[in-house]
């Protein structure tokens, strides 16, 4: 079920992100669920998001970690909130990113998150990105709180 | 000239990156050149580039901090060999980007870098990234040196 998706439930403001909007169609179209107490997020790297012949470009990498903390930061912070009609919004204040390995291109990689800081106006997210079973990049985001109409309506100016 | 650009300077191999390579035509082809002490390049994004409508993507910042803080390694470390027909290759050991406000879809980005540690194993660089006169984005990228022909063969296995 798309339900399933964290990223398939957001208003539609939200969904042409280039790391994770489903209409995005030059994107990549990220897609993170819950299992148990972490996010995950199965995505398939294209040959051109290459940084060489036969591996990942980190620049992807990257923004694989970005999208899919940003994303379990705003499902956390939905979570906690319940049912609630609250509108509210994360986005990455800083990101880092280690690479630890060449990561292969022509495999799907695995995004493992977990929420390390709950705050009403910041979240620290950690993302490891796996190769099969094998850790090839970990980063940590950290989201804060912005104001929706504010943010949304940036782009209008 | 072309020969003005640090990345028309690499080989073939290297010419394919989704962030910088002249040889993807998917990718964002970022193109470098030194000013002084500074290396600097100016990149216009498009539209799908986006993370909210007006907005662009902090994946795609951190994937030109990225790219741009390797080439400038990279050519910086080829000033000091000078001439010499050493073979060497530094990649993203690690990066970190703080997004200090929403930067613009619709206006060309600038890159400014210099090389803040420079070491045989270890090169560091520093970049910011602007929106007309407005920082928007600040970065560090660590590179470490790798060894060349292993590491453009991993890709072939």
Redesign the interface.
Do not use: Q, R
């Given at each position: 079920m798309s339900d399933e998706y964290i990223q398939d439930q957001w208003p539609e403001?939200?969904t042409?992100?280039?790391?994770c909007g489903k209409n995005?169609?030059?994107?990549l179209q990220l897609k993170s669920y819950w299992e148990g107490d972490e996010a995950v997020a199965v995505w398939k790297p294209?040959d051109?998001?290459?940084?060489?012949?036969?591996?990942l470009?980190?620049?992807?990498i990257?923004?694989?970690i970005?999208?899919h903390g940003t994303g379990s930061a705003n499902a956390a912070a939905h979570k906690v909130a319940g049912d609630s009609d609250q509108h509210f919004m994360y986005?990455?204040?800083?990101?880092?990113?280690?690479?630890l390995r060449?990561t292969?291109?022509n495999h799907p990689v695995t995004l493992r998150a977990r929420i390390i800081e709950m705050g009403e106006d910041k979240i620290k997210v950690s993302c490891d990105l796996y190769s099969g079973d094998v850790m090839c990049a970990t980063g940590e985001v950290l989201t804060v709180r912005v104001d929706l109409g504010i943010?949304?309506n940036?782009?209008?100016?």
């Open positions: 403001e939200g042409f992100c280039w790391g995005n169609e030059h994107g294209k051109h998001h290459m940084a060489f012949p036969g591996i470009n980190g620049g992807i990257a923004t694989l970005d999208c986005v990455t204040g800083s990101i880092s990113v280690k690479y060449p292969p291109l943010f949304l940036i782009g209008k100016k």
